[in-house]
């Protein structure tokens, strides 16, 4: 499988402002969502390239198509930073470094996310946000 390049500027810009609607989009809607500061033609361009990426889906509605996101933007960063980690040769170092980075308030939402993951574990229960299967702990 071919590895997928990187999101550009303009990408994550309309897929934002595909999340901040809310709902099935077209290329005009997301334009005049963002102000009409480019050509429909480029937003058109970039919808596309999220849906050949896989971060938007699409559906015909008329004559034309309608795009929103395949996931939350919480989900792509988490994904993002789990493919980020999967690169690493030193799991433990890579995650030390990111948690000496983050701010108290960030550290504390962490150490409450690790100890509610840590209960449903006891539990036996899937992780939250989970279809009820595990992924591979890498």
Do not use: N
Not at 64 to 87: G, K, Q
Not at 106 to 113: C, K, V
Request: hydrophobic letters at 40%.
């Amino acid at each position: 499988m071919a590895e997928r390049r990187g999101m550009c500027a303009l990408e994550a810009e309309v897929l934002g402002h595909l999340w901040a609607i809310g709902a099935p989009a077209s290329p005009g809607e997301v334009l005049e969502a963002m102000g009409g500061e480019l050509a429909y033609s480029s937003v058109m361009t970039i919808l596309v390239r999220l849906w050949k990426k896989g971060l938007a889906d699409r559906e015909r509605r008329g004559r034309a198509y309608v795009y929103r996101p395949v996931m939350s933007e919480a989900e792509l960063i988490a994904s993002r930073m789990r493919a980020t980690l999967d690169r690493t040769g030193d799991r433990e170092a890579a995650l030390s470094q990111f948690v000496g980075t983050l701010t108290g308030r960030d550290e504390r939402a962490l150490r409450r996310i690790l100890g509610d993951a840590a209960r449903r574990d006891e539990l036996g229960a899937p992780p939250a946000g989970s279809c009820g299967h595990r992924l591979g702990s890498g």
